[in-house]
């Protein structure tokens, strides 16, 4: 399996309701990405996870809760979201280098959000 | 702190002929990676081509080549023989080969069509 999976494609969601984006890799990286896309913008990273443990945080909104439960997943759990959160989310994994530096990262197909 | 810098926000290529996308960057850093990812209309981010800093010999990827010139800081992508298909968005992008939680700084994205 060479390929960053998510679910689902696409996600429409009320400011009160509670809902999860999937991110699924077997390609053995040991390190996950959480981005942000809003239209013709480069993506903004949110999260980092390194051999599982939450590395980086960009000081996002704790609306988004981030979650790895094992080396292959990556959850992202949604709580009460604004309507300026819609946006492409974009999943990435790395494969190591040796340590905990990694080599490029390759994205999954996104999941589009809507919030009403 | 890196910054990536792509000036061209448009531009357009006849199909089968080639064009070059431009892209500066600025690090005090000695030991990186730099990239092009290419984003298509079905937005599945996707790499093009990677560059290693201690390597002088440009990167070639079928009909994809840089120009990575270091002192200038500077990582242009070439595309010989345009097609469609290569109708998409296309960010450069550098990473800190040194250290944990590599993280990726884009450029802003160039969009690119291919007339037929």
């Known amino acids: 399996d060479t390929e960053v999976t998510q679910t689902p494609k696409h996600l429409v969601m009320g400011m009160t309701n509670k809902k999860s984006l999937k991110c699924e890799q077997h390609m053995g990286h040991r390190a996950m990405y959480w981005y942000k896309q809003k239209a013709k913008k480069p993506p903004e990273l949110m999260f980092v996870?390194?051999?599982?443990?939450?590395?980086i945080n960009e000081s996002v909104p704790s609306r988004f809760s981030p979650e790895c439960p094992n080396s292959s997943l990556l959850n992202l759990h949604l709580h009460a979201l604004q309507p300026e959160d819609s946006a492409l989310y974009l999943c990435?994994?790395?494969?190591?280098?040796?340590?905990?530096?990694?080599?490029?990262?390759?994205f999954g197909p996104g999941t589009r959000l809507t919030v009403l | 702190a890196q910054t990536v810098t792509q000036s061209q926000p448009e531009m357009s290529v006849q199909e089968a002929e080639t064009v070059t996308l431009s892209c500066t960057y600025d690090t005090s850093e000695n030991n990186y990676y730099l990239f092009w990812y290419k984003q298509p209309p079905s937005r599945q981010m996707i790499l093009v081509i990677r560059q290693e800093a201690y390597k002088q010999q440009n990167a070639t990827e079928n009909r994809f080549s840089v120009n990575f010139q270091k002192a200038a800081k500077s990582f242009s992508l070439k595309i010989s023989d345009s097609q469609l298909g290569d109708t998409a968005m296309y960010f450069c992008?550098?990473?800190?080969?040194?250290?944990?939680?590599?993280?990726?700084?884009f450029g802003k994205g160039i969009t690119l069509s291919v007339r037929p």
């Open positions: 990435a994994s790395s494969p190591p280098a040796g340590g905990t530096t990694y080599n490029e990262q390759f």
């Open positions: 992008a550098f990473m800190k080969r040194s250290g944990a939680n590599s993280k990726l700084t």
């Open positions: 996870y390194s051999y599982e443990k939450l590395s």
